[in-house]
């Protein structure tokens, strides 16, 4: 016999494995089959038909609700908002702010962001709704474990010692396809819009915008599942072996992580992108294990989801103007505007694709108007496509082959300035002396 249950909560292809697997642990269910995009869940069961009030009882910590119809639209939708908006707004004027001094790639998560960046996103992945798929699975594994061999640190260790194996060797992969496949920047354009519209399908299926569940971003079950089902396995190499798979599993910041090591386009960086990632995964899914506890509450675990999705919003807005340079035709405009004048110090460098800027060091006088000119050679590639210098030349400029790049401007402070990507990767110095 079946039954048809309508489910709220969900937000991404992991719900319906972390659903699937609970359910299936009750007694008399034979199989299940939840949906993201219908927001339902069907069951097959022999004898007594599952209980609605005993699932939401069992679902509740995970934050799940079940009804025998469809739910209504949340009418307190934008209202629900208002602190998410408030949180991403605070966190973004910080970015803005730091993004004047050259250290937007300690936040931002891009192809070229620092190495620290990719693991901050690994320690909020860690503490997402995403956790409580991976978090149950350590959880589960945990729990044998102790059965049959006391208890012990050892299977956390070596489920998160396989995560971090999987997530380099495999990162390093996607970085090696990714190489392969900027042949031209045209491709390596596609490619940024395929992980741009990626992330964007995710943060609104984080928002709980019910249209794009309709589009579904995982392997299928078939293997997920597999993937997921610790009970058939036994050994004491279990937790590396499920935890080396996880790689695998459906998860939203994952999936994310993993656009950003193809765009990479290095074996050595995606492996390290990757690699970061999952060991900023390890500290939560540590006290997870530990503790046997949840990170956050549902109430705050809601919150929190949605400010990452509108966080994950800008960020593709930003990334997509700043990978384009959409404002170049405004930095055009600035540029003749400053080239009004004769200089007083004239700078120059060679950018290419493989040795980036070369010379990479200048110094240069307070008070004198000053030249910067790049020879440009390569196509810049990902957010390395363009340069700017905090502080001193705040607007972002794109390396187009075969043409020479000029910045001017005139230091009115001593001091060392950076010189950067827009995203704020270094590249290069300019020090200001009286």
Not at 11 to 33: M, P, Q, T, Y
Not at 136 to 144: N, V, Y
Not at 364 to 369: N, Y
Request: glycine letters at 10%; aromatic letters at 12%; a neutral charge.
């Amino acid at each position: 016999m079946e039954q048809i249950y309508y489910i709220k909560g969900m937000h991404c292809a992991s719900c319906e494995v972390v659903i699937e697997k609970k359910l299936l642990e009750i007694n008399g269910i034979e199989f299940v089959d939840v949906s993201l995009a219908k927001a339902q869940v069907v069951i097959g069961y022999k004898n007594e038909k599952p209980r609605m009030e005993n699932l939401n009882r069992m679902f509740k910590e995970l934050g799940y609700k079940f009804s025998g119809t469809p739910f209504e639209k949340d009418s307190d939708f934008l209202k629900q908002l208002v602190g998410p908006i408030i949180a991403a707004g605070l966190i973004i004027i910080v970015f803005l702010s730091l993004g004047r001094l050259g250290l937007t790639s300690l936040i931002t998560v891009d192809s070229g962001s620092s190495y620290p960046a990719f693991f901050v996103f690994g320690l909020i992945a860690g503490v997402s709704s995403c956790a409580a798929l991976i978090g149950g699975l350590l959880l589960s594994l945990s729990k044998q474990w102790t059965e049959k061999y006391g208890k012990s640190p050892e299977p956390y260790i070596l489920f998160n010692l396989g995560r971090l194996i999987s997530y380099g060797l495999f990162g390093a992969v996607l970085g090696l396809i990714g190489k392969k496949l900027q042949i031209t920047s045209s491709i390596t354009s596609i490619l940024i819009l395929i992980v741009s519209f990626l992330m964007f399908v995710l943060a609104m299926q984080m928002l709980g915008v019910d249209f794009f569940n309709k589009f579904k971003l995982s392997l299928p079950k078939s293997i997920t599942h597999r993937i997921a089902d610790e009970s058939k396995s036994e050994g004491k190499y279990t937790p590396l072996i499920t935890g080396f798979f996880t790689f695998f599993l459906p998860c939203g910041f994952t999936i994310i992580a993993q656009g950003m090591a193809v765009l990479s386009g290095s074996a050595t960086r995606g492996g390290l992108i990757m690699g970061m990632f999952a060991l900023g995964t390890a500290l939560p899914l540590l006290f997870i294990g530990i503790s046997s506890a949840k990170m956050l509450s549902t109430n705050w675990s809601e919150k929190f989801i949605r400010t990452m999705a509108l966080l994950i919003l800008f960020f593709v807005g930003y990334n997509l103007t700043v990978q384009f340079n959409l404002s170049r035709y405004f930095n055009e405009t600035v540029q003749v505007e400053q080239n009004q004048e004769a200089p007083d110090q004239i700078i120059s460098t060679v950018y290419t694709s493989e040795n980036d800027i070369v010379p990479s060091s200048f110094e240069v006088k307070k008070g004198e108007t000053i030249r910067f000119e790049v020879d440009v050679q390569d196509n810049g590639s990902g957010c390395m496509s363009t340069i700017m210098i905090p502080g001193l030349y705040d607007t972002s400029q794109y390396l187009k082959k075969g043409e020479t790049l000029i910045m001017e401007f005139t230091p009115t402070e001593v001091g060392e300035y950076q010189i950067t990507c827009a995203m704020g990767v270094p590249r290069g110095t300019i020090t200001v002396t009286n």
